[in-house]
């Protein structure tokens, strides 16, 4: 019997966790075990098994990438392709959040500022006096961790934006010594690379049972409750998203790469369901490069290079996310931002998701960070939690998304002939 393909078999385990996770309770229990044990050990082991994945993955990535590219042009102009297509991507996201918060207006009930419909307190008026004068401290802060000053501690620490900075420059300079160390060393990273990708393909064959045990669990645990009171943010944050991934993002891959959208979406569905399911680029990047090169045809060149960098530094569906929600706490404090205002979040919001590790929830810290920079107490983000979960998972397949895009339009602009050709 021919084995079903992955991305179905995905879909099916989602659909069965819907099903199965509204149908078990926090305490429900079988053969006297917790079901909702069971889930979360299943979800775990496989969360892990990727997590595992990771530090030599994008090392062996980067680093062979970057030696492939060797001394020529291309590293110049393919590092600031990537850059701009990051930039431009993250903060057409940004703006299609900010235009839509906007027009909706989720933070208003009633003409006036939601937080008591939403049972929060208000804010001390000394807090909203000092709206001004907030220096960047955090945002610096983010980036002073590009460069660790221990490498081994950094990847422990799941502190990716240091590995990355690190592998770039020991790929680099590793086209800058003579032979045959060189060689050794080539062979060495390629080798690593190539196990790496099998070890993926292998974990890939458990994504199923993981999607499975991950979204029941949420729905079993978050339930659909939690959403009534925050529907209109829900909304708005979905809506933005998917002005993101169904319009924008397809429509750069039509001007700028020629390919159209719809097979994009096919070969990128494992990844993209997996992403949602572990809401964790990061975690899902083993996959994003293994669809991204077999699935769409880019080059290993390109993908070794664009994808490693974007899971942590592309991230529009957390840019976007990030705007939305810091609006809309303010909207619900009653709060006016002026444009200046505005664009300070705009702006945080674009340099902190650069600085935001790949993981569930790290939008959160850039959340706080922001009402930090325009004047509101961090506490305010106990407001959004109970819907952040839901909005994670699918932020986090947009930035996927987004860096799989990225691939295609680079590699299309490097030349390359064979990719999503059907
Ligand atoms: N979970 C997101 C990711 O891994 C980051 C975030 O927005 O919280 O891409």
Not at 98 to 104: K, Q, Y
């Amino acid at each position: 019997m021919p084995r079903l393909a992955l991305h179905w078999q995905i879909l099916v385990a989602l659909v069965l966790a819907l099903l199965a996770g509204s149908l078990t309770s926090p305490e429900s229990e079988l053969l006297g075990v917790r079901i909702l044990d069971v889930y979360a050990f299943l979800g775990t082991l496989f969360m892990n098994a990727l997590k595992m994945l990771i530090v030599p993955l994008i090392m062996a990535s980067i680093v062979t990438g970057m030696a492939g590219m060797g001394e020529s042009d291309a590293l110049g102009r393919m590092g600031m392709r990537t850059l701009l297509y990051y930039l431009t991507t993250s903060l057409l996201a940004i703006l299609t959040g900010l235009l839509l918060v906007n027009l909706l207006q989720p933070g208003i009930v009633d003409g006036g500022p939601a937080h008591e419909a939403l049972g929060l307190d208000p804010v001390p008026a000394e807090t909203l006096q000092k709206v001004e004068g907030r220096d960047a401290g955090d945002v610096v802060d983010i980036f002073l961790r590009m460069v660790p000053p221990n490498i081994v501690q950094a990847a422990a620490n799941g502190q990716m934006l240091g590995l990355i900075f690190f592998s770039l420059l020991f790929g680099f300079f590793m086209t800058r010594i003579e032979s045959p160390y060189r060689e050794s060393l080539d062979h060495f990273w390629q080798g690593v690379f190539r196990v790496m990708m099998r070890m993926t393909d292998w974990v890939m064959w458990f994504a199923p049972l993981g999607v499975f045990a991950l979204v029941a669990k949420v729905v079993a645990t978050t339930g659909f409750d939690a959403f009534a009171p925050l529907l209109r943010f829900f909304v708005t944050v979905v809506a933005a998203l998917g002005v993101h991934f169904f319009i924008t993002l397809p429509l750069i891959l039509l001007l700028v790469a020629r390919v159209p959208a719809w097979r994009h979406y096919k070969a990128m569905l494992p990844a993209l369901l997996t992403a949602f399911s572990t809401a964790s680029s990061s975690a899902t990047l083993p996959i994003t490069m293994d669809c991204v090169e077999k699935n769409a045809g880019v080059s290993n060149r390109t993908t070794s290079f664009v994808l490693p960098l974007g899971a942590t530094v592309n991230m529009d569906g957390t840019a976007l996310y990030e705007c939305v929600a810091a609006l809309f706490i303010a909207q619900a404090y009653g709060f006016e931002l002026t444009f200046a205002q505005q664009f300070t979040v705009v702006l945080v919001a674009l340099l902190t998701s650069i600085g935001v590790a790949g993981i569930p929830a790290a939008s959160l810290v850039a959340i706080t960070i922001i009402l930090g920079a325009i004047g509101l107490p961090a506490e305010a983000i106990g407001l959004i939690l109970a819907v952040d979960r839901v909005l994670d998972m699918m932020r986090t397949s947009v930035n996927v998304f987004s860096d799989s895009c990225g691939a295609v339009v680079i590699g299309r602009l490097e030349g390359e002939e064979g990719i999503l050709r059907a």
